[in-house]
Structure formats: structure tokens, C-alpha cells
């Protein structure tokens, strides 16, 4: 055997040299021009949320913005259609990406009335167009004078979109002339010792209101202002002060993180970091009414159905409803309370109303509830609900629908659906209500793409993440205290087999049924460790038919492993644990106040296969389960026949050099027209090979090589119904060719060149790449129901290809004539 340590391949550079064109001698035709490609370079779902990502809505709330892993911002439109039973059924699609933002983007602002968006962060103010989806403006923080220094946190719209305020890290407040092809800086404000992270405005008072870091809300008479936007353009003064302090406000004990009016301005509701929510008279400065129910940041407030109902946002993953009192003179009677004497019974009984005295006698209400509800409790909980597991970041509301989007502090985003008038929350589940024939198709539709539809996601950072693709939510986590290197499904859809930088495989009950007594209590928890691999795992693959599962680790073997229906897991104490159990303690998490841990069935291999010289990258089943496939880093293909019974694999062929570099990817499919047998490879020497297996299944030969990436290839995969097969490259393309001899390339898809992809998942009708930014896109599959998200055009890379060979080749021919002639000449 072969040194093992010399089949240690150094992973090349992402971006590797463009090989020198050498051009034979009988070759000095002009090469074939590309053929032009239907291109699709827009998903239809994007997961993979910017930390702390903003959202802004639509004036006409029909779309809403959010900011990506890469720092784009995706348009993400809303479709209503409406069921035979009269119910909206919504769904929401990709309409554009903004992709010039390189740093994190801070805060998103649709124009209330124009098709205008925009951002703000390091990087300063973007200006964009919504017509032509591309950049009018960009304020570059330090460009000029009147560019901020620092971050910008926050904006507002003052003068119907005339007029934009922005607040900044830099500690200013800036107003901005909207109103011509330029933004205008028509006033700078020194306004607060520490950076400025919120605005409100009250349009009845014209006051604008603001707040950050140095706890304290300033209140700013904006009237001059309005007059500068109203007034003639002769009896304008460009130098006079249009923004004016009118009060500050002093209370809180962390940063201000939330404001908001209330209608008539005569009140303030704020909310900050030392978890308290104030209400606050903006004539007297002083603090009418409090909320101290949140564990974390206060980040949103938002007031509804006449100001009774106040929902709050906090990075205590927290989203909560609230009633407000609605007693008029709750101010005045608050105030007075403070004003008097020792606060004795006689002060608290003139604060309270004759109708309070006669249902404390008739009603038997209790003195100390009504006292409390009259001077302290003039907010009441309604509903309550935990949003994401990692904390919000931010929350709006749409203007025109029940629906809101959160996003958490980590990177997601959901969509929530508002039933204000019976005062509860609930997220909304996005199924369509059909009758008959549809129902069974749309049920079919989810048998065959349950994969698409909610996609497991490992990464390096410890986790996996399960997304609901048609809302981009969060479904679950678990945590897996180790690098994530693979996962895989069984084909139930009900237990979850990961692996990574520990050397024993955990499987994680998703349903109850995989656990001895239907134990609910069991469920997204390790229930089974599959133990017997001696270094990091690669690749696990789990047999059709859910029986059997094989893995392949950093040792250079495959594990073959016997599945079952359901597990035993034990309960235990850390003393148990100690003395009853042989696996490692520090392996489990013992969480204060709870004794117990649950303990996993350790299960062991079936057979050890040694038929590789270097890693085994990837491996499979096909369709049938009568053959199965490895690939690794000794660049060779074997080719086995497996017992899932028995947990077997017995060896048929192998292919030594079936590539020139070690073997990425692997998958089966057929022959779309003749069914026959293929298997499909991807390598680092930048092609994809289509194998046919021979009748027999004791051969293959190769039919097709696929040459037309430049980058290596990290993922293949076929379309369920073996019309398509996908490659997906670090060249930042994914192509689609046709599973019908000569296995043409029909389309093309491509990103911005910023992450490449790292792997590809496919279903029936669409599929779902990952990136190194963390990015998971999902793609419609060619031929199918999105077709009009491709458009015909030559490949960009192709492109450059034909323009670098054709030049090489009159290069060449211009060479050649100058010899020619100086032959001649001689």
C-alpha cells in the first residue's frame, strides 16, 4: 500500500492561475464562438441573514428589504392568491439584489411615495433607484464636510420624502434636501455626546425626538425646517438654524434603543438596554408610566388600534403584546402623586376617581390591584411569544397587512403573521387550502421535495440549522459542541445523523417515533452515538430504505452501520454517569438546576472497508440500493455491492485514475431516455465525468467529461425525475446539463463574485447551493415552473475564454507570418 501520508493533498487556492494558452500547430482556425445560455443569476430564496440585519417595508407594504450574509440587500416581493374558500394564501419570492454594499449595512428606508430605497452603515449613505434597481447616490462617510464620520445608525423621512434625517456614530444629526437628483446636507446638529441610534417624529407637534448611547432623549423643533421646504425659494435663508432643541429627557440607565410618539405628541414611549420601557410627557420631561417585564435590550415599540396596544421587541427573544390604560388623565394624577406629601393613604386616594371608590364598595375590588393599575400598572400583558432562539434585532410592521418580520441577532429572518383583533401572535404556516385533485398534487409535490422545502444546514460554528425555505425561517437547532463536516437525513425525514471534528457520529431523534416509548421529551436530542472511527468524520450516506447507513472518517476506512426504528436513551446523574456509562463526561452539558442528562445508545460498526489509499470524500447509494459508489483523495472509484440487511458491502470494480485530482462529489441518476444506469463525479481537476455502467454492473466507462468550469468542482447532483444534472463550481457558476446523450449544457446559473459555493443539494423542481459567507440560496431547476428567471445570454466566463483563446490564436498566426517573411528575406 501506498504512504498514506504522501496521499495528503494541500487544498489548492480558491482562485487558481488561468492555465497559458498554448496553441498547436494545426490549430489556428478561429475557435467555435459560445453558444449563447439561458442564465439565471437570481434565486428564489435567499437564507443567510446579515447579523443584526434591518428590514424596512414598502410604503404599500408589498415588499420588504433585508440585508444578506454578504452584505446585499434582497427585495423580497409578496404574492396574495386567494383559495376557492376565499383565504390568502401568501408566499414570497426574490424581486432584486442590491449588491454594492461591502461592509454591514445598519439601517434600510423605503421613499414614502417614490421608488426610492435607502441604506446606511460604515460606508455611509446608498441612494438607490427602484426602477432600474441600481445606484444613484453614494455618501461616502469622511468624503466631504458634509458626509458623516462615523456609522450611520438611523433614519427618518421628514416632508413626505423631501426630507431625510440621519443619525450617526459620529454623534450628529444631519437633514438631507431630497427633493432634486442629489442629496443636499442642509443642516448638521451636534446633538448628542454618544452615537445616535433612534429617531421618532410626531407630525402634529412637529417634533422630532432622538436617541442613543448617552440615555438620553432629545426633543427637537423641527418647524423651521418645514419651513425651508415650504417656503419660497426668495425668502429662503441657507444659513439660519433649522433644527432647534426644544427638551431633553433623562431616565433611563443604558442606551435609548426604541421610540415612539404617541399621536398627539404630548407622550413619548422609549425603550433602552436596562431592559425598562418609560412613557414619558414630552411637555414636563418626567416619567408618567413604566414596563419592566423584558430580560434584554428593548429594540422596537410599536403602538396600535388607537394607542390601546403597544408590542414590544427585545433581544430577549422576546416579542410581547401589551394593553394600555386608557384613562385620560393618567399624566396629571401620576404627577401630582410624585409632588405630595409622604405618599401616605390620603395622597394615593385623591389620585383615584369617585368610579374607582364606588367599584372598590359595590365590586369588592381590591384597593392595592386598583392602586397598582391606577399609578403603576397602566401597561397589562396580553400575549407573549419567543421569536428566534438567539435574541431580535429588529421588527417592523407592515402598513398595510397583518404581518411583521423579525430578525434575530445571529442570521435569520421570519415572517409573522398579526391577529390584532382577538390580540394574540402567532407565525403564520404558508399552505395553500386546496380541494381535490390540487391537494393531492400539492401533497405529491411535498413527498418528492421535502428536502427543498426545509433544508439541514452544518457549519463550522457548532450548529445545525433547519429552514423552512417558503418562509426563510428557523425551524429548530442543535447544537452540536463540535465542527459540523456532514449530515444526513433518513429518508423519513425523522432522525439526523451528524458528524464532524469529534470522531463519533451523533444521531438526533426529530420525531418521538425513533425513541424507545415515544418519549416526547427526546425529541431534537442525541438519542443514538455511533462509535467505532478513529479520526474526523468526511461523509455519512444512509441507504434508501432507511436500514442502513455508511461513514467514512480521517482514518482512510469506511464504517458500515444497522440502523433502527427506535433507541434507547437513559437518563442519568453525573455520578451514574461516572460509574454506569463508558462514554466521556465533559461530552455532556449539565445545565444548572437539572440533574439529569440524557445518555445515548451506543451503537458500533457492522464491517470496516479498506478500498481507498487516501480519504474517502463522498459516496452513495443509488435509487434502487443494489449499488453503492466511493470516491476519495486517491482519485479512484469503487464500485460496490451492498446488503443493507446485513450492513454489507461487498466489492464489484474499481476505476484507478478515474480523475486527475482527488474525487469531490459524487451522485446517481439514469439516462433520461434509455434509463440505464449512470454515476456522476466532480473532482478539483476542474471537471465532472457521466459514467455509464454496463449491463452487467461489473464495469463503467465514461461518456461525457465536463470541461466547461474553470474552477474545481464541489458539488453534482440530479433532478429527481433525471432530466437535469447539476454541477456547482468555485468558478461561481452552477450548470445544468441534460441527462440525454451528448449531455449538453442547456443552462447556466451565477453569482457575484464574493463567496464561492462549497455544495449543492438537489429536489425535483429547484435546488439549493451553499456559499462560504454562509449564504444557502435556493435555485428553480431548468425546464421547470420558473423558466422566467433565466435570460439568453453568452456566459460571462465563457466569454473571456473565446476572447483569450482568439486572441492567443492571431497572436500565434501573426508570430508565424513574421517568421514567414524573414525566412523569405534571408
Not at 425 to 432: A, C, P, Y
Not at 677 to 695: F, P, R, Y
Request: hydrophobic share 35%; net charge negative; with cysteine.
Amino acid at each position: 500500500m501506498a504512504d498514506k501520508n504522501n496521499l495528503e493533498m494541500e487544498e489548492p487556492k480558491k482562485y487558481e492561475a488561468e492555465d497559458e494558452i498554448q496553441i498547436a500547430k494545426d490549430e489556428l482556425q478561429d475557435p467555435e464562438k459560445p453558444r449563447a445560455l439561458p442564465i439565471c443569476s437570481k434565486p428564489i430564496k435567499v437564507v443567510g441573514v446579515q447579523e443584526k440585519s434591518p428590514i424596512a417595508w414598502s410604503p404599500d407594504g408589498t415588499m420588504f428589504a433585508f440585508v444578506s450574509g454578504n452584505h446585499s440587500i434582497y427585495l423580497i416581493k409578496k404574492n396574495e392568491r386567494k383559495s376557492q374558500q376565499g383565504n390568502i394564501a401568501l408566499s414570497f419570492t426574490v424581486e432584486e439584489t442590491l449588491e454594492d454594499h461591502v461592509s454591514p449595512v445598519t439601517a434600510l428606508l423605503f421613499h414614502p411615495n417614490k421608488p426610492i430605497l435607502v441604506s446606511a452603515g460604515h460606508e455611509g449613505l446608498f441612494i438607490w433607484d427602484l426602477q432600474s434597481f441600481s445606484l444613484k447616490q453614494v455618501i461616502k462617510t469622511g468624503s466631504h464636510i458634509s458626509a458623516h464620520d462615523g456609522t450611520v445608525e438611523c433614519l427618518i423621512w421628514l416632508q413626505n420624502g423631501d426630507c431625510l434625517i440621519t443619525g450617526s456614530s459620529d454623534t450628529t444629526l444631519k437633514a438631507w434636501d431630497m427633493r432634486g437628483d442629489q442629496a443636499q446636507c442642509i443642516d448638521t446638529i451636534n446633538a448628542h455626546k454618544a452615537p445616535i441610534l433612534v429617531f421618532s417624529y410626531c407630525a402634529a407637534t412637529q417634533v422630532l425626538a432622538s436617541a442613543g448611547r448617552d440615555s438620553t432623549i432629545k426633543l427637537w423643533d423641527i418647524s423651521k425646517l418645514n419651513n425651508f421646504f415650504t417656503a419660497e425659494e426668495h425668502e429662503k435663508d441657507d444659513s439660519s438654524v433649522k433644527i432647534a432643541q426644544q427638551n431633553s429627557i433623562e431616565g433611563h440607565r443604558g442606551d435609548i434603543t426604541a421610540l415612539t410618539f404617541t399621536q398627539d405628541g404630548s407622550r413619548i414611549w422609549s425603550g433602552a438596554r436596562d431592559n425598562d420601557i418609560i412613557l414619558w410627557s414630552t411637555k414636563s420631561g418626567k416619567k408618567v408610566d413604566s414596563v419592566s417585564d423584558h430580560k434584554g435590550d428593548i429594540k422596537r415599540l410599536i403602538l396600535l388600534k388607537n394607542e390601546t396596544i403597544l408590542i414590544s421587541a427585545s433581544a430577549d427573544k422576546t416579542i410581547k403584546v401589551w394593553e394600555l390604560s386608557s384613562k385620560d388623565n393618567k399624566e396629571e394624577k401620576t404627577e401630582r402623586t410624585e409632588t405630595k406629601g409622604d405618599g401616605g393613604l390620603e395622597d394615593v386616594l385623591e389620585t383615584v376617581d369617585n368610579e374607582a371608590l364606588r367599584k372598590i364598595l359595590e365590586d369588592d375590588v381590591s384597593l392595592t390591584t386598583l392602586i397598582k393599575d391606577q399609578l403603576e400598572g397602566g401597561a397589562h400583558l396580553l400575549n407573549d411569544l419567543e421569536a428566534h432562539e438567539e435574541g431580535i434585532s429588529s421588527f417592523e410592521m407592515s402598513p398595510t397587512a397583518p404581518l411583521a418580520i423579525t430578525s434575530s441577532m445571529h442570521n435569520s429572518i421570519r415572517i409573522w403573521s398579526f391577529a390584532i383583533t382577538s390580540i394574540c401572535l402567532d407565525e403564520r404556516e404558508e399552505e395553500d387550502e386546496l380541494d381535490g385533485k390540487d391537494q393531492a398534487q400539492q401533497n405529491d409535490n411535498q413527498q418528492r421535495d421535502t428536502a427543498i422545502r426545509t433544508i439541514f444546514s452544518g457549519s463550522l460554528d457548532y450548529t445545525v440549522y433547519q429552514y423552512d425555505i417558503d418562509t426563510l425561517g428557523r425551524l429548530m437547532q442543535i447544537n452540536f459542541h463540535n465542527s459540523v463536516q456532514s449530515l444526513s437525513l433518513a429518508p423519513d425525514k425523522k432522525f439526523l445523523v451528524i458528524g464532524g471534528s469529534s470522531y463519533d457520529l451523533k444521531g438526533f431523534a426529530l420525531h418521538p417515533s425513533y425513541v424507545q416509548d415515544n418519549d416526547a421529551t427526546c425529541v431534537l436530542q442525541e438519542v443514538a452515538r455511533f462509535v467505532g472511527h478513529s479520526g474526523k468524520i468526511k461523509y455519512i450516506a444512509i441507504s434508501p430504505d432507511g436500514s442502513m447507513m455508511v461513514s467514512s472518517s480521517n482514518d482512510f476506512t469506511l464504517l458500515t452501520w444497522q440502523l433502527k426504528k427506535t433507541y434507547s436513551p437513559k437518563r442519568m446523574t453525573r455520578a451514574e454517569l461516572l460509574t454506569q456509562s463508558d462514554f466521556d463526561i465533559n461530552s455532556f452539558e449539565f445545565r444548572p438546576g437539572i440533574q439529569h442528562v440524557l445518555v445515548p445508545e451506543k451503537i458500533k460498526p457492522r464491517h470496516n472497508v479498506n478500498e481507498h489509499e487516501g480519504h474517502v470524500n463522498c459516496f452513495g447509494f443509488n435509487k434502487q440500493s443494489n449499488l453503492f459508489a466511493s470516491c476519495g483523495n486517491d482519485h479512484k472509484i469503487v464500485v460496490f455491492k451492498p446488503n443493507t440487511r446485513k450492513a454489507g458491502l461487498s466489492k464489484k470494480f474499481s476505476e484507478s485514475n478515474a480523475h486527475k485530482a482527488l474525487i469531490e462529489c459524487m451522485c446517481w441518476c439514469k439516462d433520461f431516455q434509455s434509463n440505464k444506469e449512470l454515476l456522476c463525479t466532480g473532482s478539483w481537476d476542474k471537471t465532472a465525468k457521466i459514467w455509464l455502467i454496463a449491463d452487467n454492473q461489473q464495469s463503467m466507462k465514461c461518456v461525457r467529461t465536463i470541461t466547461e468550469h474553470w474552477g474545481k468542482i464541489v458539488g453534482i447532483g440530479a433532478s429527481k425525475d433525471n432530466r437535469f444534472l447539476l454541477t456547482c463550481s468555485v468558478d461561481f457558476t452552477v450548470r445544468c446539463f441534460s441527462l440525454t446523450e451528448p449531455f449538453d449544457c442547456v443552462a447556466l446559473y451565477s453569482v457575484p463574485q464574493e463567496a464561492p459555493f462549497t455544495c449543492l443539494t438537489v429536489g425535483n423542481d429547484s435546488f439549493v447551493t451553499g456559499s462560504e459567507n454562509g449564504m444557502l440560496r435556493v435555485w428553480p431547476i431548468f425546464g421547470g415552473q420558473f423558466d422566467n428567471s433565466f435570460v439568453q445570454k453568452v456566459p460571462l466566463n465563457e466569454q473571456v475564454e473565446y476572447d483569450r483563446k482568439l486572441a492567443a490564436i492571431q497572436s500565434e498566426r501573426r508570430r508565424r507570418a513574421k517568421k514567414v517573411d524573414k525566412t523569405q528575406v534571408f
